[in-house]
């Protein structure tokens, strides 16, 4: 009774397994990431939802630095992302600096800033040239 129409996988071959990242459409390990959590001892109970949302935020953050940290380096005529195109990326964004501001990045460096009191001054004519600029009232 191996082939009519019955209960069983009788002719659907050998039925390849969907992983839980697949049917979220995820890149990022739903499984490895329950799995983590369950290990972890974060709750007694976890919900079969946890993970896959979990994995979906992470998928955005590492998304939007990495689409930032690209851009950098595009704009420093680099086709390889290092350290420093990510603390630009980072440092650059509003909510992404927020988000990571207590953070190290090693080799980042830091965002380039010369304080306005130490530019040069520039030089304008003035009305009264025997006076200096601090000494106008």
């Not at 459409?25 to 109970?45: H, S």
């Not at 976890?46 to 992470?58: E, I, Q, S």
């Not at 953050?61 to 992302?81: P, V």
């Not at 010369?114 to 004519?125: D, G, R």
Request: with cysteine; net charge positive; proline share 4%.
């Amino acid at each position: 009774m191996s082939g009519g129409k019955g209960k069983g996988k009788g002719g659907r071959g050998a039925g390849k397994s969907t992983t839980s990242s697949a049917k979220a459409g995820l890149q990022f390990p739903v499984g490895r990431i329950g799995r983590y959590l369950k290990q972890g001892k974060y709750a007694t109970r976890m919900g079969a939802g946890a993970p896959v949302y979990l994995a979906a935020v992470l998928e955005y953050l590492c998304a939007e630095i990495l689409e930032l940290a690209g851009n950098a380096a595009r704009d420093n005529k680099k086709s390889r992302i290092v350290p420093r195109h990510l603390t630009l990326a980072i440092k650059n964004d509003e909510e992404l600096n927020k988000l990571l501001g207590g953070v190290t990045i090693a080799s980042g460096g830091v965002l380039p800033n010369i304080h306005a009191v130490l530019l040069p001054k520039k030089s304008s004519k003035s009305k009264n040239p025997g006076l200096s600029a601090s000494q106008d009232y």
